[in-house]
């Protein structure tokens, strides 16, 4: 690598299409280290020579073999997201090389290596045996880096590996051959990487490999891959320059192991612990809702933090045409869409297709108490209102920054859903990507009850719960709740009753985020556990209630 931080990993070896992606590993920059360096180091961190460019982040992404480094040039005034993995000598790329090449033969006799248990050690065996069956004289610092080159581009993500691995990468996109991938940070939003892939048979050999791990075909013919891999990361990419005139592209959007909770939610500015108390008592009580906002709003999340406090006995059935929901529950059946083959029939769909439709109608048959919709857009949007009027708590993400715009949305094609059908739903959340400073952050701009309908002036009636307010960047009560009083009479309380379990629910909130608990099993044993006894989850936490105030 070069000594220069805003230097590019040239990636330009051609590979054949089915096999897996090869890449030209990182030579040693002599001009960086010492001569010493490379035999004690897995990885050797080059330099920063131009005063220019100054580091801000350094991350370990998999040490000692991958990291990443974030740099600011003064000069351009942008920022660069540099991977760094382990610099290879002349020798050990020939080397390389041959072991690939050796490796795809038996592979491709063996049919390749997606039924073996242990891929990982199954490949690192095979460079061990390969070097100690030719007598090769190689330091056991060379065979971790010729290892990790292996692993990382037969089992994993070849030259966008260090990426995926990076947790706190949320987006990865190639726009085409010889223009450097970008990415989407948490941290640092949109930045340019310092890798560019050169050769377009490498680009288009990567893009064939994804679709293998979708377990699914792209070519000249079928040149679109939407698709889901089995670790859950989304990938969408085209073929070559059928449809896109600067070559192959994909976007990899990363699955969240560990999903978004309430505490980060908090955390992040997103909503405070009065409006997260205020979903949980929702979802508890079976309130059916939408999030809507643009896209990179954060609905997802939002709507995987707020299905955490679902009642662990309720039975749960998401439906999602990409795997996104992640919940601990036991009585949960995650679904997703699927393509079907061949030319589209009369009914509009191909062979073997399940959409988001048949998904809808067969989950209604399984008889659950809270029905989870990735996101709605088609015809199955009226079967999801037609659930919700019949007792089903149903959750949903939408494409609308207002309810007018949700409205109009849902009433016009391609969903045709009669405004009547509306007031079935309870509540709306509306979130946004706004500025706070000079940051782009994720605020849930309102929480909205539907109170109603108006059948002279064909109008939804609306009360706004809460509101987030630019100035002082904070959220404000606007005074009433409509769904407190509905679970005041259910559960025969008084507004005494009522405002005490609220102000317990916020206190367990408060409790989770002051001592930083955000593993979605931690908040589930503390949710789990306040719904089996209450008052010993307060008792825990250290809650007293406050003195009632004494008039006279």
């Known amino acids: 690598m070069s000594a220069e931080a805003g230097s590019h990993h040239r990636i330009a070896v051609p590979v054949k299409r089915a096999r897996p992606v090869t890449v030209t590993p990182t030579p040693v920059a002599n001009e960086t280290v010492s001569p010493d360096a490379s035999q004690t180091l897995v990885t050797i961190i080059p330099a920063i020579t131009d005063p220019m460019i100054k580091e801000v982040d350094f991350i370990q992404v998999q040490p000692p073999f991958s990291y990443a480094r974030v740099t600011f040039d003064d000069r351009k005034k942008e920022f660069l997201y540099e991977i760094i993995e382990p610099q290879l000598n002349r020798r050990e790329r020939d080397l390389l090389a041959e072991i690939k090449e050796s490796l795809n033969r038996i592979l491709g006799a063996e049919g390749g290596i997606s039924k073996m248990a242990d891929k990982r050690a199954y490949l690192r065996g095979s460079v061990e045996s390969y070097v100690k069956s030719r007598a090769i004289n190689l330091s056991s610092l060379s065979l971790e880096r010729l290892s990790y080159y292996i692993l990382r581009d037969f089992v994993g993500y070849g030259p966008v590996d260090v990426l995926v691995n990076d947790l706190g990468v949320e987006d990865i996109s190639c726009d085409g051959v010889g223009v450097p991938i970008y990415i989407f940070h948490q941290k640092y939003e949109s930045l340019r990487t310092n890798i560019i892939i050169e050769d377009e048979d490498v680009l288009n050999g990567f893009i064939v490999m994804l679709g293998q791990r979708c377990s699914k075909q792209v070519s000249v013919s079928s ?3 939407d698709g889901t891999t089995p670790e859950g990361h989304r990938i969408q990419a085209t073929y070559s320059r059928e449809v896109t005139t600067r070559g192959g592209t994909f976007t990899i959007r990363r699955f ?7 505490v980060e939610l908090i955390k992040a500015g997103t909503a405070s612990p009065e409006m997260v108390a205020y979903l949980w008592l929702a979802a508890e009580n079976g309130e059916s809702l939408i999030i809507c906002g643009g896209p990179a709003a954060g609905k997802t999340s939002t709507l995987n933090a707020i299905a ?27 679904g997703a869409t699927r393509s079907g083959t061949g030319d589209r029939g009369p009914d509009g769909k191909a062979a073997g297709e399940v959409d988001m439709f048949d998904l809808v109608r067969a989950a209604l048959r399984q008889r659950p108490n809270y029905i989870i919709v990735g996101e709605v857009r088609g015809k199955e949007t009226y079967t999801m209102f037609q659930a919700m009027a019949t007792g089903h708590t149903t959750y949903s993400t939408m494409h609308a920054d207002s309810v007018k715009s949700m409205v109009n949305r849902l009433e016009n094609p391609p969903i045709n859903t009669p405004r009547i059908l509306l007031s079935a739903l309870r509540i709306v959340i509306i979130q946004a990507q706004v500025r706070a400073g000079d940051q782009s952050v994720r605020r849930v701009k309102q929480i909205l009850e539907i109170v109603g309908f108006e059948p002279e002036t064909n109008e939804l009636i609306t009360n706004t719960v809460y509101e987030w307010e630019p100035a002082g960047d904070k959220f404000a009560y606007k005074g009433h709740s409509f769904m407190l009083d509905t679970i005041m009479e259910f559960k025969n309380l008084t507004h005494e009753g009522i405002d005490a379990e609220f102000d317990r629910r916020v206190a367990v909130v408060k409790y989770m985020a002051q001592h930083n608990i955000t593993d979605h099993r931690d908040i589930w044993k503390l949710i789990t ?23 006279g």
């Open 223 to 225: 040149p679109i891959l």
């Open 256 to 262: 969240k192991e560990k999903p978004w909770t309430p």
């Open 308 to 334: 955490l406090f679902i009642p662990p006995t309720a039975k749960i059935v998401s439906l999602e045409d990409t795997r996104e929901v992640n919940l601990p529950h036991e009585n949960w059946i995650p």
């Open 529 to 551: 556990g306040y719904y089996r006894d209450p008052a010993a989850v307060m008792e825990r936490i250290g809650y007293k209630a406050p003195e009632p105030e004494v008039t």
